[in-house]
């Protein structure tokens, strides 16, 4: 069964790509192999991106990998998804880093998110959308954002345009009570938003949960601090212009002259938005969904996910056999 886009088309606007952050998927299980799947057919749920990005109307997809799980991710995911979308690997690996640069010889852990992004700049034509790889977020996140990057922004272009120019990206916003695990406390990024609706920062609440009488966060000295279900928060889906490549480098750049020798340091692709926020350089939409995320944070969660794709198959939002 052919997959097909319905969102990219008539614009005039190339269609947007997606660049799926994968340099650590599989590594909880010790291998890409032994992924669990979620789908009846033996699907992970980066099918189910992949497969809501194409109906969406992106035309290419960039898998950001590290070098020794290639063979097994292009036999796992890219045997599947390389007959229906155009397909690129780019490796995220420690020594790509901008002229002027040298990796410590004791760096083991990657360099970020930021860095995961940046590795995929020669493999994306124009607009793109970046994920995670081990994170369900529903079809609707996918048209929101895919449409936002086809049809264009009421924002100047992006940093082609000049030191002047302010370009208009976007993030999807997920309701907080969507995104909740019902075996343990995540971690969430809460959004500050303008009324009308851009980005103006982030709020880290590392533990927060579900409670009988509600959601709430453990502030200070242990103290549980309801906070609102419908809070928007980030989960990392965020729409960019070609432009942002060079934003990006020039915010790695300075994150590596401050903490290049410093094991551990890693430099995230919201501490660079938000940079270019209180600078001017840019804002953020916030497309709100109400989609429900879901990961497999605790192994507990499986059944979670593979019960949520069933659910789907039988009201007809994914096929039984998802590539045909």
């Not at 601090?225 to 212009?241: E, K, R």
């Not at 020798?261 to 840019?282: F, H, K, M, Q, S």
Request: aromatic share 10%.
């Amino acid at each position: 069964m052919a997959v097909s886009g319905d969102g990219a088309s008539g614009t005039g606007n190339p269609a947007p790509s997606l660049v799926v952050m994968a340099a650590g998927i599989g590594s909880r299980y010790g291998g890409l192999k032994q992924v669990d799947p979620v789908g009846p057919s033996g699907e992970i749920i980066l099918d189910y991106s992949v497969y809501d990005a194409i109906r969406a109307g992106f035309g290419k997809v960039v898998f950001v990998i590290r070098r020794e799980i290639e063979s097994d991710f292009r036999e796992t995911v890219g045997r599947n998804v390389e007959p229906h979308i155009d397909t690129s690997y780019t490796f995220q690996e420690l020594d790509a880093l901008p002229e002027g640069f040298t990796t410590p010889p004791d760096r083991k852990k990657p360099w970020g998110t930021a860095h995961a992004v940046l590795c995929a700049r020669d493999e994306v034509p124009g607009a793109f959308a970046a994920v995670n790889a081990d994170d369900f977020y529903g079809p609707g996140t996918f048209a929101a954002v895919g449409r936002h990057l086809t049809l264009g922004a009421d924002a100047v272009a992006g940093a082609e345009g000049g030191a002047d120019t302010v370009a208009e990206y976007s993030m999807a916003g997920y309701r907080l009570e969507n995104t909740l695990s019902e075996h343990g406390h995540v971690s969430r990024g809460v959004c500050e938003l303008t009324p009308d609706g851009f980005l103006t920062g982030i709020v880290e609440r590392e533990t927060i949960r579900l409670f009988p009488d509600g959601v709430k966060f453990e502030g200070r000295e242990g103290v549980w601090t309801p906070i609102a279900a419908d809070s928007t928060v980030s989960m990392n889906v965020w729409g960019f212009d070609s432009g942002f490549f060079a934003h990006l480098e020039a915010g790695f750049r300075r994150f590596l002259a401050d903490s290049v020798n410093t094991p551990g340091a890693e430099c995230y692709l919201p501490a660079v938005v938000n940079a270019l926020i209180d600078e001017g350089r840019a804002r953020v939409r916030v497309l709100p969904t109400n989609e429900r995320w879901f990961g497999i944070t605790y192994r507990e969660d499986m059944p979670t996910a593979r019960t949520a794709i069933r659910q789907r198959i039988e009201s007809g939002v994914y096929p039984e056999r998802l590539w045909g």
